[in-house]
């Protein structure tokens, strides 16, 4: 993968949307941390609420694979839902769903950009939370959440 | 919405653990076309998925625990050059649910707790 030009055609090739809003590759692959983990500041281990303990970590009790689960989790976290757009002095997640299903969390950069984990691919900063939506993986963001950034 | 974890129903393995010491060509390279095929189809379909739910109930993830526990050599070399999720399938193939637990979502740590498993057994170098 090069990163020197900070484009993936991969990449591009499983997320259509990528060339058009603009994106930048900002690591390698790695199986280290998901998307729900680097949304959460957290890229050493992955989050989700796996029916087995052992496949994922997860900050609450409650494992079930729904919005209100991750909403719950990232309350846990400081997390209030809240509109899109970028606002002073907060810091945004955005959690996307396919088929009624949580399948990704970004999270919004300080100048109004965003940063995903893809899957067992690369992080990346990308213009627009509509960059990664699809109607075939991670399908449309539907819910956004903020904190202080002083709190982080 | 809730996901449900799925539920696997395969036949009772009687074959023993392969010993990966000892060669048995015909055997093992059938096994291993057999896991690299499922194996690779597993990673492109879900490379770009985030869910654990639908990376671990993939269909070509399911099929390698039909190929039983001779393929649990081939499992473990794999984790030793790349730490992806095969802790479901070889807990399902040992009845073994206990290592690794003390490190959830840490793929790097519980591959190497199953690399411990099996070299303290002699099923790898």
Known sequence: MALSNKLDRQLEDLWPNLSSEGYEVKSIATERYNCIAFAADDPSVNWWPAANEADGYWPISQREVSLACFKEAFASLRYEECGDGLEKDFEKIAIYVFDGLPTHAAKQLPDGRWKSKLGFEEDIEHNSVKAIEDEVCYGKAVLYMKRPISNG | ?125
Do not use: C
């Open chain 2, 1 to 125: 919405m809730s996901q449900t974890a799925p539920r696997y129903h395969f036949v009772d393995i009687s074959a023993d653990i392969v010993d990966a010491n000892k060669p048995n060509p015909g055997l093992v390279s059938g096994l291993e076309r057999k896991f690299r095929e499922y194996a690779d189809k597993w990673y492109a379909e879900t490379r770009r998925d985030s869910s654990i739910t639908r990376i671990l109930s993939n269909e070509n993830y399911l099929r390698v625990i039909e190929l039983g526990t001779p393929v649990i050599p081939l499992i473990l070399k794999e984790l030793q050059s790349r730490p992806r999720p095969w802790f479901l399938v070889l807990r399902v193939l040992t009845k073994n649910e206990n290592v690794g637990r003390g490190y959830p979502g840490n793929f790097e740590k519980m591959a190497e707790a199953w690399i411990n498993w099996g070299r303290e057994r002699g099923i790898i170098k």
